[in-house]
C-alpha cells in the first residue's frame, strides 16, 4: 500500500509567511486539497456555496485545528513540531501499522493512505490534551496536535488509534444514522486497543486513562442499558460526556468526558482477556459478538 505523509510542515511555514487575506484560500486549496474525497465524503465542501457558510475552513476550526490566523500560537507550535521531527515519527508509526496489516494478512480498502499533521487549537482540545486525531474513512488520517510534553510521547499511539478505524471500517461498514452506543464503544474500545498492542498501555489517550475505578464502574452502569440506542447525536452523548454534549447541543447523560472511549476499551480488553483472543480476530468481530462475550456488563 502506497503512504503519502503530506509535508504539512512546509505548508504551515508558507501558510504563516502570507498577509492574513490569503491564508483560508491557501489551507483550503493548497493544504486540504489532498484530502478533497475525504471531505467530501463526510459532506464537507473545500468552498462554501455562500460567503460564510460550512466548509472545510468552518469544520477544521469545529474539529479543534488552529484557526490559520493564529500567527504566534501557530508559530510556537511549528517550531516545535519541528525541533521533535514528527513528521519522520509520522512516518515510522504509520509504516508500523502497515506491517502489521502486512504480517496479519488484514486489508484497508484504498490504494493509497494519505495522512495530514495540523496544528490543534490548545484551549478547543483542552480535555484532550491537546490532540485528537480522524480515521473514519479507508484511506485517510488526519491528526491535529498542539505539542506538549504530554501528547507528543502518545504521538505514535493515536497515528495507531486512528488507522485502526481505517482498517475497521474496510470489513464494517459505518452507518451513521443506525450507529448505537455499543457499535461506537466497540469501534473506539478496539482501535485504543490496537495503540496498546503496538506501543503499550502507558501512552495512551487521555480518553481511556483519566478515571479512577469509581467514576468508570458510574459510567459501565449508566452505559450499560443504552447498549441499543441509535443515531449520531444520541450516541455521541454517551462517547462524548456532558461537558462535550452541551458544547454541542447534544442532550446531556450523567457522564464525564470521553465515558464511552473508556468504557469502550474496558469491554474490547475484557473480551479479549476472556476469551485469549488477539487484536487482529477481535477486528474482524462484529459489535454484538464481542459485547455479548465481554462480560463487562453482566457484572
Known amino acids: 500500500m502506497k503512504l503519502r505523509i503530506e509535508n504539512t510542515i512546509e505548508q ?5 509567511s502570507m498577509v492574513e487575506e490569503e491564508r483560508e ?6 493544504m486540504m486539497k489532498q484530502f478533497e474525497e475525504m471531505w467530501n465524503t463526510i ?3 473545500l ?12 469544520a477544521t476550526q469545529m474539529l479543534g ?3 490559520v490566523m493564529e500567527t504566534e500560537t501557530g508559530k510556537i507550535a511549528l517550531e516545535n513540531l519541528k525541533e521533535n521531527q514528527t513528521l519522520q515519527t509520522a512516518y515510522n508509526a504509520l509504516s508500523n501499522c502497515l506491517n502489521f496489516i502486512q504480517e496479519n494478512n488484514m486489508n484497508i480498502n484504498a490504494n493509497e493512505l494519505k495522512f495530514g499533521l495540523y496544528i490543534a487549537d490548545p484551549k478547543k482540545l483542552e480535555l484532550q490534551k491537546g490532540y485528537c486525531g480522524f480515521g473514519g474513512i479507508p484511506g485517510f488520517i488526519q491528526v491535529s496536535i498542539y505539542p506538549n510534553p504530554y501528547n507528543i510521547p502518545r504521538f505514535p499511539a493515536v497515528i495507531a488509534h486512528e488507522f485502526h478505524h481505517n482498517i475497521r471500517f474496510s470489513y464494517f461498514e459505518w452507518d451513521h444514522g443506525n450507529v448505537t452506543v455499543g457499535d461506537y464503544l466497540i469501534i473506539e474500545g478496539l482501535a485504543e486497543s490496537f495503540a496498546k498492542e503496538l506501543y503499550g498501555e502507558d501512552v495512551l489517550g487521555p480518553w481511556v486513562t483519566s478515571f479512577d475505578n469509581e467514576d468508570l464502574e458510574y459510567s459501565i452502569e449508566v452505559i450499560k442499558d443504552s447498549l441499543d440506542i441509535k443515531g449520531f447525536a444520541e450516541v ?9 454534549a452541551k458544547e454541542q447541543g447534544y442532550q446531556p447523560v450523567g457522564l464525564s468526558p470521553f465515558a464511552g472511549y473508556a468504557v469502550g476499551y474496558q469491554a474490547v480488553q475484557s473480551f479479549m482477556k476472556e476469551n485469549n483472543i488477539g487484536i487482529r480476530e477481535a477486528t474482524l468481530l462484529s459489535t454484538d459478538e464481542i459485547l455479548s462475550n465481554c462480560r463487562l456488563f453482566s457484572k
Open 43 to 45: 459532506s464537507v465542501p
Open 236 to 244: 455521541s452523548s454517551y462517547m462524548f460526556g456532558d461537558t462535550i
Open 25 to 30: 484560500n491557501y489551507f483550503r486549496y493548497s
Open 65 to 67: 485545528y488552529l484557526n
Open 12 to 16: 504551515y511555514d508558507k501558510l504563516f
Open 47 to 58: 468552498v462554501a456555496k455562500q460567503p460564510n457558510g460550512y466548509d472545510v475552513v468552518m
